[in-house]
């Protein structure tokens, strides 16, 4: 559904940032930045009157680089999900030179670092909640390019008669994506060495499979 707030009032520019002359790129990621956090504290219901305010400037102004509010949500999921995203996490997963655990543990050290901060972790539960595309776009990425090829990886590393599902190794990527949530969702205590856990996790995963760890 496309959201349109251009009703609003033209309040003069205050934001001291807003106020200088900016390049047009410089002024367009000045806006996406401030509506990452904006988002992030408030929720995808957040209205583009109020974001323009924080900003200090005029709502007007913020519809000259994005024409509807679906446009900005868009800019601010590839901001935070698909540019972040390392174009050679697919590769380094397959590659069979390297023990599987730590193909694994490579890949879910930088992952973590990715998604257990605030911004990413807030939008994507609003999102959800919201009923909104930004999860069912990422997860499918996900899905398409990191847990498919893993599932055959896994499967080549088993010796076991039962390998392991998709189900499975949603379990054990979610199972990781949870340390976050507790940080920034529920505000619980979290592991004070998340990669700790994270390597107990996916110990736990290979040997459940009777995949050989003893190589690394």
């Not at 956090?37 to 974001?51: I, S």
């Not at 868009?74 to 193909?103: G, I, T």
């Not at 930004?134 to 997860?139: A, H, I, K, S, T």
Request: one cysteine or more; charged letters at 25%.
């Amino acid at each position: 559904m496309i959201v349109n707030e251009r009703t609003a009032s033209d309040a003069e520019p205050q934001g001291k940032n807003m106020r200088r002359r900016l390049h047009p790129d410089e002024r367009r990621q000045l806006i996406v930045d401030g509506a990452v956090a904006f988002f992030a504290e408030v929720g995808l219901d957040g209205n583009t009157r109020d974001l323009a305010k924080r900003l200090g400037i005029t709502q007007s102004l913020l519809f000259n680089y994005f024409a509807n509010k679906d446009a900005l949500i868009e800019a601010v999921y590839e901001q935070v999900y698909l540019n972040r995203l390392s174009p050679d996490w697919p590769h380094r997963l397959v590659d069979r030179d390297v023990p599987l655990r730590s193909r694994l543990l490579a890949f879910y050290a930088d992952y973590s670092k990715l998604i257990f901060e605030y911004e990413w972790m807030r939008i994507f539960m609003f999102s959800g909640l919201a009923g909104a595309e930004l999860n069912r776009r990422y997860l499918e990425h996900m899905h398409r390019m990191i847990l498919l090829p893993l599932i055959d990886e896994i499967g080549a590393a088993s010796s076991a008669t039962i390998t392991p599902s998709m189900e499975d190794l949603w379990n054990l990527h979610g199972g990781i994506v949870y340390i976050g949530i507790r940080q920034h969702i529920y505000r619980m205590p979290c592991p004070d060495e998340p990669i700790q856990a994270i390597e107990n996790a996916v110990d736990r995963f290979l040997k459940a499979f009777e995949v050989d760890v003893s190589a690394d």
